[in-house]
């Protein structure tokens, strides 16, 4: 699979405001993933969207999806201290072929 | 039930030494991996198997080896340990035919002195 590239790299707000994340990519996917990581933890699967989808909510997550632009955002809403983490997207090209994840968007939520 | 499972958490070795990091899933899932990530928080894949395939990154040194006796584990096998391979190693695994993406375990610390 090819490796999506995260933006900002670092993200700082404060607790309450919304945190948005960009992800881009080359070319065609089956699908996108989106991960948390905590410090100091193995990553965490937020959402999946699959290419035919351009919208998709969970909880205080929304991740869009726009395939005309090879652009997925991650929008957390209303903030908490515990969402502190490193953000990566991931696109799939194919079932066979394993993910590969970028830098990440780190996010600092400040209280 | 910790889903994917790895040992040891930390491991502290030196160079030259031989070590191996031990996976196991209790997931039903049918491809495991195994990810890099150096101190720059850089993830990197470095194999995924299933029964029927290994994808290999072809920059892993072959001083790497992937073991899995059966599909619920898959352990990484490391040769003559370099100063270089200093960092987090996790596994994690997956349904291929699924759209619930990967579940990861917590990590193993090598350091190697």
């Known amino acids: 699979s090819q490796q999506g590239e995260e933006d900002p790299q670092a993200l700082s707000i404060q607790e309450g405001e919304n945190a948005t994340m960009n992800c881009s990519y080359k070319?065609?996917?089956?699908?996108l993933q989106w991960y948390r990581q905590n410090s100091g933890r193995g990553l965490v699967h937020l959402i999946l969207?699959?290419?035919?989808?351009r919208e998709k909510h969970s909880g205080r997550l929304r991740v869009t999806l726009d395939t005309s632009k090879k652009s997925s955002s991650l929008l957390i809403t209303a903030s908490r201290a515990a969402d502190t983490a490193s953000y990566f997207c991931?696109?799939?090209?194919?079932?066979?072929?394993?993910?590969?994840f970028g830098k990440g968007t780190r996010l600092s939520v400040i209280a | 039930d910790t889903a994917v499972s790895q040992t040891p958490k930390y491991l502290v070795t030196q160079m030259g030494n031989d070590k191996s990091i031990k996976c196991e899933q209790n997931?039903?899932?049918?491809?495991m991996y195994w990810y890099k990530q150096d101190s720059k928080k850089f993830l990197k894949i470095m194999f995924s198997?299933?029964?029927?395939?290994?994808?290999i990154n072809e920059t892993v040194p072959n001083r790497f080896s992937p073991k899995s006796p059966d599909k619920a584990h898959l352990n990484l096998h490391i040769n003559s340990l370099e100063l270089g391979d200093s960092a987090v190693y996790f596994c994690?695994?997956?349904?291929?035919?699924?759209?619930?993406?990967?579940?990861f375990g917590s990590g193993t610390r090598l350091t190697v002195v």
């Open positions: 994690a695994s997956s349904l291929r035919t699924s759209n619930y993406g990967y579940t």
């Open positions: 070319t065609s996917i089956n699908n």
């Open positions: 969207i699959r290419s035919n989808e």
């Open positions: 991931a696109p799939l090209n194919s079932g066979n072929t394993p993910l590969v």
């Open positions: 997931l039903g899932h049918d491809t």
């Open positions: 198997y299933n029964n029927k395939e290994l994808i």
